[in-house]
């Protein structure tokens, strides 16, 4: 599965979260940010929560995860900034935490960078 479709599929699983790949929600739900959400979208992980509240996460080694998450991008970021660096997950990490763009518009960002 690429990596734009993993975000968008894990997005519709949970409400986002930021500073961390699962993390509370300001409702008290469990939320994922943007690499949360395309693990746990593309099967690399599975979360649970127990009766009284604890989280489980499971990982599926077996599924393939994102190479392109450790590649380097050579255009200007998105959101303009200029002191982040040009590896990907970096950058999609920077979007959620920092600008607290929706994932699916990071999604879009990633699908641009998967068209290159
Ligand atoms: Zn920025």
Redesign the pocket.
């Known amino acids: 599965m690429e990596l734009s479709e993993a975000i968008r599929k894990g997005s519709k699983l949970r409400p986002q979260s930021f500073g961390a790949h699962y993390g509370k929600t300001p409702d008290g739900s469990l939320g994922t940010c943007v690499l949360g959400a395309a693990h746990e979208g593309a099967g690399c992980i599975t979360i649970t929560t127990t009766a009284d509240g604890m989280v489980q996460i499971e990982a599926h080694p077996e599924v393939p995860a994102f190479p392109l998450l450790d590649e380097y991008t050579d255009g200007p970021?998105?959101?303009?900034?200029d002191d982040?660096g040009t590896q990907i997950g970096a950058i999609l990490v920077?979007?959620n935490d920092?600008?607290h763009w929706p994932r699916e518009r990071i999604a879009s960002w990633a699908r641009h960078i998967e068209r290159k």
Not at 77 to 81: K, N, Q, V
């Open positions: 970021l998105p959101c303009g900034c982040v920077h979007l920092e600008h």
